[in-house]
Nanobody, 124 residues
Framework: QVQLAESGGGLVQAGGSLRLSCVVSGRTLSMYTVGWFRQTPGKERTFVSSISWRGGAANYASSVAGRFTISRNNSKNTVYLQMNSLKPDDTALYYC?????????????????WGQGTQVTVSS
């Protein structure tokens, strides 16, 4: 059994920064690729970023590339999403997800485990 728990969301003004954390428990974090997704009411969940189990490969949605940075600390079983230059369009519920594979993926169905989400609200 794998559990993921997000934290770090909140309210921030446009141009500001937040760092989200995803703590993985129940299994060794290094076995998994971890991704971040986001969702707004009435819309589909969309890919934000993912990082491979060794942390050597990461990918980003074009809408966040250059502003967001994903990283991981396997000794702490934690994956981070540093979000800079935030825009109102970044407002969403952010989820982290884990998959039992070493390759990054932007496909929702590729992920086996999901957290409950953390809300990010960016005011204009």
């Amino acid at each position: 059994q794998v559990q993921l728990a997000e934290s770090g969301g909140g309210l921030v003004q446009a141009g500001g920064s937040l760092r989200l954390s995803c703590v993985v428990s129940g299994r060794t974090l290094s076995m998994y690729t971890v991704g971040w997704f986001r969702q707004t009411p009435g819309k589909e969940r969309t890919f934000v970023s993912s990082i491979s189990w060794r942390g050597g490969a990461a990918n980003y949605a074009s809408s966040v590339a250059g502003r967001f940075t994903i990283s991981r600390n396997n000794s702490k079983n934690t994956v981070y999403l540093q979000m800079n230059s935030l825009k109102p369009d970044d407002t969403a519920l952010y989820y982290c997800a884990g998959r039992r594979d070493g390759y990054t993926s932007s496909v929702i169905n590729a992920y086996n485990y999901w957290g409950q989400g953390t809300q990010v609200t960016v005011s204009s």
